[in-house]
């Protein structure tokens, strides 16, 4: 028991090491890429177009990861893609967590007619197709930051609000609850200090899978040039502009695919990291 | 006069209809402890929830009265049911294991309703929770405050939960089968400190099982249920002696025998279960025709 539990302590610990350490690069990319980034990432050069990574022959010094077709530098427009991919995830996912998870809360613990009705709600809302529907969304909205950032809200609000129903439906069924509430507590109360603790955890985990999947739907809206402007370097761009060329120039689009994976696997696995060591439970 | 008096109190499902309570009365004096005994699902707990207003979501009281102090709780607005309940009533739960909050500390989970009910500051609540874990002989009381529930086994958390019940001092105790989840040895220590604490505060308590043996060990009376229709409400002594009711005699000679381990169960016999099924189908008819 000592063991399996200390085994577990060391294995949450490595993925919260390389998952955080991952994610604090790519922050530090995010807020440094005006003074760190060797290129203006903008800057086209049809001279330098196409240019493989330093440690392969034909390179240029200086274009570290290459150029694309339009000698553009790829290294330079990942770093400037990063403030794109993190702000979208940190603003659409923190506002779907709040959004979803007080709906979630609400409906699974007062049920009655709230949860009815909420519950009604995220069926009719998870009967829409989420591509079709957040591409009919940036089209109504028109296409920019704050565009991706409300479809994803409005997409995904559910998968917070039906996870945390569920489980504070099962907090709520505990034997605590009733004591606070002979205790004569108020519901609202009631839900905040006893209910909330507890769902917590499972917020957290759902938070940061929701930071990832904000990440891969603003490449998403990208790769379909429903984003941000196209000359602005972004992910889900860059990869979309690397698929056309990959035979020339795999570089295009292999570096921000992999920086894309690498970032929201670092998101999902940074959530289990911290729900195996903070959960009381758990822990 | 009593303090808790239950007058011919009905309870159904919502929607089904379906009987649970069928105009059951009783009543608790200041310091008196009444078992609650019957069967699974003769609706026992169903009565401490309703006192206590924790009725599951899909259970309605559909008549009678719970007078707590002299006033009706059912004729009350919610708010002020709670605070009455609140004020003069605790919970002794069934599971230690889910009746405490798992992300809470201990502290908190005491003091929060000597905080809400008696008006107390943070720091006076912590040392008399600090007391109360003594009282309840758990050892070194300052550490086990700072730990969350899933430090502490079973035995220990069921402690922790009379010392709460106790806290503020309540009128009525409801305590719901409080010694079913635990193991045997602790049960009789657990059942030992509930009839301490009681005697030691004086409080009046509405004891929940289905289990004879814990009755004759700590109750002053008892009330008998089949159906949610009371079979026998008497004192424990003639109880024992003797019980009136040929329901309650069956469930008496069911009980198994400590003493005589190689004598065979007895069943409750079949005539006894139809005769009692007859007279709960004569209250519905009773009911129905007002």
């Known amino acids: 028991m000592a063991d399996a539990r200390g085994m577990v302590k060391r294995k949450a610990g490595l993925k919260l090491w390389l998952s ?38 034909g390179a240029e010094p200086g274009y570290w990861l290459g150029t694309d077709s339009l000698g553009r530098d790829v290294l330079s427009r990942i770093l400037h893609g990063a403030r794109i991919a993190l702000t979208v995830a940190l603003v659409a996912g923190g506002i779907t967590c709040l959004i979803g998870a007080a709906l979630g809360l609400l409906a699974g613990f007062l049920r009655g007619w709230v949860d009815l009705a909420i519950s009604r709600l995220i069926d009719i809302w998870m009967a829409f197709p989420p591509v079709l529907f957040s591409i009919l969304l940036i089209a109504v909205l028109g296409p920019g930051l704050s565009s991706i950032v409300i479809a994803i809200v409005v997409i995904d609000w559910t998968r917070f609000a039906r996870v945390v129903r569920a489980e504070a439906m099962a907090q709520g069924a505990m034997d605590y609850v009733a004591s606070a509430q002979v205790a004569g507590r108020g519901r609202l109360s009631t839900m905040v200090t006893e209910i909330l603790p507890n769902v917590l955890p499972t917020i957290v985990v759902l938070l940061t899978l929701e930071m990832g999947i904000a990440v891969i739907v603003e490449a998403i809206l990208s790769f379909v040039n429903l984003s941000i402007s196209t000359d602005d370097p972004t992910w889900g761009g860059m990869i979309a502009e690397g698929r056309t060329s990959v035979h020339q120039a795999w570089w295009v689009l292999v570096f921000p695919l992999v920086t894309l994976f690498l970032t929201v696997l670092a998101f999902s696995q940074l959530g289990e990291g911290l729900k195996d060591r903070f959960d009381p439970v758990l822990r | 006069m009593s303090f808790l008096r239950v007058n011919g109190l009905s309870a159904r499902l919502k929607g089904a209809g379906h009987p649970i309570l069928r105009g059951v009365s009783l009543s608790v004096a200041a310091g008196e402890v009444r078992g609650l005994v019957g069967e699974s699902g003769a609706g026992k707990s169903m009565i401490g929830k309703a006192v206590l207003g924790i009725l599951p979501k899909a259970v309605e009281v559909s008549g009678g009265e719970i007078l707590l102090g002299g006033v009706d709780l059912l004729r009350l607005p919610p708010k002020e049911r709670r605070a009455r309940i609140g004020a003069t009533c605790a919970l002794i739960p069934q599971d230690p294991l889910t009746a405490l909050n798992p992300s809470r500390r201990i502290a908190p989970q005491i003091t929060d309703r000597l905080v809400d009910i008696l008006g107390w500051d943070r720091g006076r609540a912590l040392a008399r929770a600090e007391e109360l874990l003594a009282e309840v002989h758990i050892p070194d009381p300052a550490r086990v405050l700072r730990a969350y529930p899933h430090e502490l086994s079973g035995g220990m958390r069921q402690r922790i939960l009379i010392a709460s019940a106790f806290a503020a001092e309540p009128k009525l105790i409801v305590a719901d089968e409080p010694t079913t989840a635990l193991d045997v040895t602790v049960q009789k220590q657990v059942l030992k400190l509930i009839a301490e604490m009681q005697a030691r505060h004086g409080t009046a308590l509405l004891f929940v099982t289905h289990d004879l043996g814990v009755v004759s060990k700590v109750c002053d009376s008892l009330t008998v ?23 309650s005699r069956a469930l008496l000679a069911a009980t198994p025998k400590y003493t005589d381990p190689q004598a065979s169960l007895t069943p409750v016999p079949d005539a006894v279960i139809r005769d009692v099924q007859a007279e709960v189908a004569a209250a519905d008819r009773r009911a129905r025709h007002g």
């Open chain 1, 20 to 57: 955080g350490g991952w994610l604090a690069l790519v922050v530090l990319a995010a807020l440094l890429a005006p003074w760190i980034a060797p290129q203006d990432p903008l800057a086209q050069d049809l001279f330098l177009g196409r240019m493989p990574p330093a440690w392969v022959s």
């Open chain 2, 225 to 247: 249920l089949y159906g949610g229709l009371v079979v026998e409400d008497t004192d424990v002594r003639s109880f024992f002696a003797g019980p009136a009711h040929a329901y």
